[in-house]
């Protein structure tokens, strides 16, 4: 099949789920006074209070947990990405990526409890294998002929270490970063599991409804998310690492029981009929029958609406982002519009949602399609304003109709692609908020202590991410489409 043909098969047949999805979807806003709930809101935008208790030790602890659980991600991605053409090393790094960062706090708070070890590892497990992956890419794209210069027998380490590693420095070093802001979003979300960080005290204080410290919350995070790179100097990380361990080290936190490791491995992950004496096969086919379908069907339907919408924002926002189509002043406006919203986690975002429009699916709908569609158009309104233009080319609509969008065409397939796959790990975690996706079961046997159950269907969650990044693949290699670095670090 042509490149051409595989688009044209790929557009109806995203645009027949969508449809099918949208029509599985609960969209309902069961929030019997949304705009009650907006006016109060409104006010404590306009009136934020700083001077909360523990305020400003949450941002100081959500900064640490990212800086040390990504810089320790870092270090194991960088040891692991010259072996990650092993199929067993590839494997355990996609596994590693595949479950996001809030299930695995949820399951590491089982054995380290609810301290700054369970934070640290819930950004780190995952972000290694991501980091494998990419430092991995980085080395193989450097230039030959550094290694070429050298003797045929120098070692593989000293190849890396002398040739390679030096030419991809600045490109691992800015991904680093991207990572870190990446890891800022990830810390601020662990506070909805309870740890101190900022989405502690912004779930707390929106279901106080005290609005104006939630608002003094989200300026602070704002505040440390926006000007990253302006904050983050290399130079400053051994200061920063020092300050943040420290920090980390004051923490107090509720001890856990000698053994819990050993029982946890002994114990509590074993399925229950191994345990007892029972049958495994009709315990795991309830399970799967009960939890894991409903689970994945309705994180399959979330996330397939979300791309749509997703995919809408960032064919009809781009544009906007172009100084020769909405004007100087309107691609500004839009360029500070689409950074708030690929700042705010998505999940963060979900909870608010919810708190105005009640429990359904349209929370998270919202949420990531907004978050992931600011994503997209913003990276296709970089590209745009670099494109090489006819002296005589329109401007205004025009330009966009008959220019932009067919040249950018294959970034857009190529990008929404890219990000299913996200979308469909972070769909799962909105179950952690009451809705019925994988997150839901998962948390539910949290509570209950069935964390057999929870070993299973984090299995499942993570075979449904695995499942999807395939097909993400193989598509954009039959649609001859690939990824700049850049798309990859935004």
């Given at each position: 099949m042509t490149a051409a043909r595989a688009r044209k098969f790929g557009l109806w047949a995203f645009v027949a789920l969508s449809l099918i999805a949208l029509g599985l979807s609960d969209l309902q806003s069961n929030r019997p006074d949304p705009w009650n709930t907006l006016v109060a809101l409104g006010r404590g935008f306009l009136t934020p209070d700083f001077g909360t208790d523990g305020l400003w030790l949450g941002a100081a602890l959500t900064v640490a947990f990212a800086l040390v659980g990504v810089l320790f991600a870092a270090a194991i991605g960088l040891v692991l990405a010259p072996f990650y053409a092993n199929p067993v090393v590839r494997g355990f790094c996609v596994t590693l990526r595949s479950i996001h960062e809030l299930f695995w706090a949820l399951l590491l708070m089982q054995v380290t409890g609810l301290g700054p070890l369970t934070g640290l590892l819930a950004i780190?497990?995952?972000?290694?294998?991501?980091?494998?992956?990419?430092?991995?890419?980085?080395?193989?794209?450097?230039?030959?002929?550094?290694?070429?210069?050298?003797?045929?027998?120098?070692?593989?380490?000293?190849?890396?270490?002398?040739?390679?590693?030096?030419?991809?420095?600045?490109?691992?070093?800015?991904?680093?970063?991207?990572?870190?802001?990446?890891?800022?979003?990830?810390?601020?979300?662990?506070?909805?599991?309870?740890?101190?960080?900022?989405?502690?005290?912004?779930?707390?204080?929106?279901?106080?409804?005290?609005?104006?410290?939630?608002?003094?919350?989200?300026?602070?995070?704002?505040?440390?998310?926006?000007?990253?790179?302006?904050?983050?100097?290399?130079?400053?990380?051994?200061?920063?690492?020092?300050?943040?361990?420290?920090?980390?080290?004051?923490?107090?936190?509720?001890?856990?029981?000698?053994?819990?490791?050993?029982?946890?491995?002994?114990?509590?992950?074993?399925?229950?009929?191994?345990?007892?004496?029972?049958?495994?096969?009709?315990?795991?086919?309830?399970?799967?029958?009960?939890?894991?379908?409903?689970?994945?069907?309705?994180?399959?339907?979330?996330?397939?609406?979300?791309?749509?919408?997703?995919?809408?924002?960032?064919?009809?926002?781009?544009?906007?982002?172009?100084?020769?189509?909405?004007?100087?002043?309107?691609?500004?406006?839009?360029?500070?519009?689409?950074?708030?919203?690929?700042?705010?986690?998505?999940?963060m975002l979900a909870f608010v949602f919810l708190q105005i429009l009640g429990p359904s699916l349209l929370p998270a709908v919202l949420a990531l399609g907004l978050h992931n569609g600011a994503i997209i158009a913003h990276l296709l309104g970089q590209q745009s304003r670099g494109l090489a233009l006819r002296p005589d080319a329109p401007s205004g609509l025009s330009l966009w109709g008959y220019e932009l969008l067919p040249r950018q065409s294959g970034t857009i397939w190529a990008l929404c692609l890219y990000r299913w796959e996200i979308i469909i790990r972070d769909s799962a975690i909105m179950g952690l908020l009451g809705l019925g996706t994988l997150g839901f079961f998962i948390e539910k046997n949290v509570q209950e202590l069935r964390l057999d159950r929870v070993v299973v269907l984090l299995l499942v969650s993570a075979a449904l991410t695995l499942v999807v990044d395939h097909i993400s693949t193989r598509l954009r290699a039959s649609m001859r489409l690939r990824l700049g670095p850049q798309s990859v670090t935004t």
């Open positions: 780190g497990i995952p972000y290694s294998g991501i980091f494998a992956r990419v430092f991995s890419d980085l080395l193989s794209e450097t230039p030959q002929s550094a290694a070429s210069a050298l003797p045929r027998s120098t070692p593989r380490t000293s190849l890396i270490l002398y040739a390679r590693l030096p030419l991809a420095w600045d490109q691992i070093k800015a991904y680093a970063l991207y990572r870190i802001e990446c890891g800022l979003r990830s810390s601020a979300v662990l506070g909805f599991i309870g740890l101190p960080t900022l989405g502690y005290l912004l779930e707390t204080f929106f279901r106080q409804a005290h609005y104006s410290q939630a608002a003094a919350v989200l300026y602070l995070f704002f505040a440390l998310i926006l000007p990253v790179r302006l904050w983050m100097r290399w130079s400053l990380t051994p200061l920063y690492l020092v300050a943040a361990l420290w920090l980390l080290a004051l923490q107090k936190f509720p001890p856990m029981g000698e053994g819990a490791l050993i029982r946890f491995l002994t114990e509590d992950i074993v399925p229950a009929p191994l345990r007892n004496g029972g049958e495994l096969l009709p315990w795991l086919t309830k399970l799967l029958e009960t939890q894991a379908l409903p689970g994945t069907l309705t994180t399959v339907i979330l996330a397939q609406v979300a791309l749509a919408l997703a995919t809408l924002i960032a064919i009809f926002g781009f544009p906007v982002l172009v100084p020769r189509v909405s004007g100087r002043i309107g691609s500004i406006i839009a360029h500070g519009v689409f950074v708030v919203l690929r700042s705010i986690p998505d999940y």
